[in-house]
Antibody, heavy 121, light 108 residues
């Protein structure tokens, strides 16, 4: 089955770090740009970051720029999000999402089930 | 950045009725790069429409999208039980990608 499976979420103190992973299966992961999108409790969707197929091109929302780093390992079919200097406002469910293109910002044709991140003391 | 405003915030309808959802952009969206998603409670969003009017794979024809420039519409004919959910529009014509605030379609 074509799917994305996130992991790595949890409870972290303000100022702390967390690394999210997203494992892809049953499609050619290395052919598509990948994204992270988040959703705060009871709120709407917010795009976080995108990475191109090679990993050579990345973009970030202003709200996370300089604190979060997106990366990928095509040999492991896995997407990552390294989150540093976490703040209470980063509390959300984090989804990885696939686009139908190799690079750039597009719509999302496949989503994972999400992993929750809570930033609190 | 492009701000997307969805209306109404909540739509109360009965199964079998038609739903009309609006998404208005703060500036023109190039090449009609607008998508629609449905999010059921406790689930991830699912792509319904891209390019303003193209249905995604596996999406039934009771879903249709229209519009251009700054005004876009998602129409759902003959509401099914699984259609009672929250719907989001998203633009990808300009960086950064942005989403609307959502429209909840609830059972009347």
């Amino acid at each position: 089955e074509v799917q994305l499976l996130e992991s790595g979420g949890g409870l972290v103190q303000p100022g702390g770090s967390l690394r999210l992973s997203c494992a892809a299966s049953e499609f050619t992961f290395s052919s598509y740009a990948m994204n992270w999108v988040r959703q705060a409790p009871g709120k709407g969707l917010e795009w976080v970051s995108v990475i191109s197929v090679s990993g050579g091109s990345t973009q970030y929302a202003d709200s996370v720029k300089g604190r979060f780093t997106i990366s990928r390992d095509n040999s492991k079919n896995t997407l990552y999000l390294q989150m540093n200097s976490l703040r209470a406002e980063d509390t959300a469910v984090y989804y990885c999402a696939k686009t139908a293109y190799a690079y750039g910002e597009h719509y999302f044709d496949l989503w994972g089930q999400g992993t929750p991140v809570t930033v609190s003391s | 950045e492009i701000v997307l405003t969805q209306s109404p915030g909540t739509l109360s309808l009965s199964p079998g009725e038609r739903a009309t959802l609006s998404c208005r952009a703060s500036q023109s969206i190039s090449s009609s790069y607008l998508a629609w998603y449905r999010q059921k409670p406790g689930q991830a969003p699912r792509l319904l429409i891209y390019g303003a009017s193209s249905r995604a794979t596996g999406i039934p024809d009771r879903f249709s999208g229209s519009g251009s420039g700054t005004d876009f519409t998602l129409t759902i004919n003959r509401l099914e039980p699984e259609d009672f959910a929250v719907y989001y529009c998203q633009q990808y014509g300009s960086s950064p990608l942005t989403f609307g605030g959502g429209t909840k379609v609830e059972i009347k």
